[in-house]
């Protein structure tokens, strides 16, 4: 398997405009999470989903972010409006059920609003 | 609100040398551990897990985790250069199979080990 693959790698948009990040999770895999990076508050997780349902969601830092998926295979995060402080990278990871196991990560997106 | 903290660093030892990195957390019901690696610009991947009390040795890398205590420690022997990165803990609820995955992260260790 190829990993957890996440596109853009980058993304550079100017503030006002709607993002879309991308994620694949690994094949297999019932858990998928959306986590942000930042100097400042560190790795924080957005959301989660098992098995294509949202399941908490609290860690959206508000309602210009949006996350969806449709099927076991792809996710989106969406931010729209954007906004500079929304600057970071943005990983997606995913995981099995099964009990102690390990969360996979992608490459992340590193996302400039300017 | 889960916390987890790690000592602040950064932390610059010897090649050679044995790294110590020290992680605690809030939250008594955590039920697993772990420690990830993260070089500058890439993504975090995971070195150690660990899910009971006592030590777990993988290569040069040593989890310990003390559950009364709170406590989760990486020691890191014979340093290289090529260990230099961010270590981040970060522990996982567990509960009942529906937070697998779910990781609460420490603010990370900065590494150095310098030749």
């Known amino acids: 398997d190829a990993g957890v693959i996440q596109s853009p790698r980058h993304e550079v948009t100017e503030m006002g405009q709607e993002v879309t990040l991308r994620c694949k999770p690994i094949?297999?895999?019932?858990?998928l999470f959306w986590y942000r990076q930042t100097m400042m508050r560190g790795l924080e997780l957005l959301i989660y989903?098992?098995?294509?349902?949202?399941?908490?969601d609290s860690g959206m830092p508000e309602d210009r972010f949006s996350a969806k998926m449709p099927n076991a295979s792809f996710s989106t995060l969406k931010i729209q409006p954007s906004e500079p402080r929304d600057s970071a990278v943005y990983f997606c990871?995913?995981?099995?059920?099964?009990?102690?196991?390990?969360?996979?990560f992608g490459q992340g997106t590193r996302l400039t609003v300017v | 609100q889960k916390e987890v903290e790690q000592n602040s660093g950064p932390l610059s030892v010897p090649e050679g040398a044995i790294a110590s990195l020290n992680c605690t957390y809030s939250?008594?019901?955590?039920?697993?551990f772990f420690w990830y690696r993260q070089y500058s610009g890439k993504s975090p991947e995971l070195i150690m897990s660990?899910?009971?009390?006592g030590d777990k040795e993988d290569g040069r890398f040593t989890a310990q985790l003390n559950k009364a205590s709170q406590y989760v420690s990486l020691l890191i022997r014979d340093s290289q250069p090529s260990d230099s990165a961010t270590y981040l803990c970060?522990?996982?609820?567990?509960?009942?199979?529906?937070?697998?995955?779910?990781?609460?992260f420490g603010q990370g260790t900065i590494l150095t080990v310098h030749p």
């Open positions: 990871a995913s995981s099995w059920v099964w009990e102690n196991t390990e969360a996979f």
């Open positions: 094949s297999g895999h019932d858990y």
């Open positions: 989903f098992n098995n294509n349902v949202p399941i908490d």
């Open positions: 939250d008594r019901g955590s039920q697993s």
């Open positions: 660990i899910y009971s009390n």
């Open positions: 970060a522990v996982n609820e567990g509960a009942g199979g529906t937070s697998y995955g779910k990781l609460t």
